[in-house]
């Protein structure tokens, strides 16, 4: 994957001259179902933020448990007799929220360390590959797992753990590219303009290497919003009453013969999510590199 | 040229073994920032408060917790080097030996998952790149597309609740049984977890497998093994995916960590006593030692195994070697 992205910087100047990335991405099939599904769950996380679900997420009807779906209940009731649809919906918003604030932190930090790897000379170089190493030596999750466990838990600090596991992904997709673009005529012309090094990297190498950037962070996104999931339904995610998608799944795990609605909604909301942000991904990637086609 | 191959191989087992110390670092500084200590997780909030000052002190000596910061670093990596790796409080053994029993059953469950991947992942592939943009090609992306945005965690947990509700199979409701002690009910307890951990392994495998089949497919050999009238089924076989098999088993090899990750999960939902379980239950139990020497084995586990696909890969391709 790594390779795949990393080729797409390179081949940008050609691809600069055909049809805007934009419209690439609405013409593929894959951009388009992408764009259609995210944007349903979106507007749906951002009617839940604003307090626009049919019912509270976290108040409790108890003479209507574990109702099934129906016009007024859509996606049923849990055990509590709470509303699964508005809490699947305001669990997704939950999620989105750490993952966008996870892959945000993500991609400044890595991206910028990546740039500064991929120009300077070793004294930056060194102690960020260093770290970069080390982050890498933890399979993910657990990663995620300890620190998420060594704050105290707040929705933030959860993002903030996301947040290191992802910085290092960003360091090592934008630093290839960095390292042929300080190579390139245009920088090289930069330089011997006299250019300050704030705006030759600003300026001229970073607008080059976004597009990597955006493919990274759409995939990250999708990353992020499972393993915040993941977390949450290994107990250790953003903590309760606050409705979270990962701890729908493990108290409908106990429920699952009397009320598979609770598992099936909130499944559906996270599948739904995520396929369309992995499609949207492949749509950009499509998009920006126009090699390769074959995959849309 | 031997010795370019030399000095790089010699360059990643340094940077490794300097990885890995960064790691005990991380784990380390980690641990001491978690809320509470190892008096109040033996004894409870409530308890340690009601301690009288030289409890207190005799408690954190008894814990080494009144030694420097570093002294304490030290004096456990000096410990993991030798092979003590602490004593859990709540089961009263070594972590050593409940690793040891650990470890083996995550390798079990992890060589399953590989072997379900590859099992699903590859066919998988051969339907796509067999005819791309086709209805075929589709089927195989969308199962590729699943595999990689169903969590492992929901289709653990639906895979429980179906089969136990409606074929009243549930073989993790037993205790768990051991692979040498009794074969063919480890078997049935470690199907489905490798099952669910393998069905995510299949999605990388299913579209690096493509991308790199469609690649060789163009190639020139085998045009020429199809025009000396090699059967369809073969060139694709013989030809085509022999040549494909490097990117595949670099990214199988990648994707250790993940198996790593979602063996916890796993582990978790079907209740297998594996490394994965060993550091979750640590964790909500604030077991210090049990966290930090198993966080550590499992990242040297990863780190190895990184370092392996590494080397393999520059021996099994000729062309990545001379390069």
Redesign the interface.
Known sequence: MTIDVAAVGLRLADGRSRAPAWRRLLRSHSGLVGILLTGIIAVAAAAAVLGLTPYDPIAQAPIDRLKGPSPTYWFGTDQFGRDVFSRSVAGVANSLTVAIVAVSLSAVIGTLAGLSAGFFGSRVRAPVLAVTNVLFAFPPLLLALALASAFARTWFTIAVAIAIVYIPIFVRVTRGPVLSLKESDFVKAARVLGFPTSRILLGHVLPNILPIVIVQVTLSLSWAVLTEASLSFLGLGTPPPAPSLGSMVLDAKALADLAWWTMAAPGAVIVTFVVGLNLLGDGLRDAFDPRSGDSG | METVLANRVTRRVV??V???L??AV??FV??R???GNQITASLGTEASAALTPSQEAALRAYYGLDQPALAQFFGWLGNVLTGNLGISQRTGQTVLDMTLAALPVTIELAILATLFGLLIGIPLALLSASR??SARDAVGQLVG??A???????LG??L???VS?YLHYNPSAQGFARLFEDPGLNFQQMLFPSLVLGFGLAA?IMRTG??AL?EVQTQDFVRTARGKGVTALRVQVRHVLHNALVPIVTMTGIQF??????A??VE??FSVPGI?RQ??IG??QKEYAV?QST?LV??LL??LVNLLTDLLYRLIDPRVRAS
């Not at chain 2, 990689?148 to 929901?154: E, G, K, R």
């Not at chain 2, 960590?257 to 979602?262: D, E, K, N, S, T």
């Open positions: 940077e490794a300097l990885a890995l960064g790691v991380l784990v980690m641990l920032v978690i809320p791309p943009n597309l699943a990689l945005s169903v969590p492992s965690f929901l947990a639906a429980l609740s179906l509700k990388p493509r991308s469609l960590g993940y198996l790593l990750g979602g916890i999960v978790q939902i994965g550091v979750l964790l909500q966290v966080v499992i990242a990863f780190v």
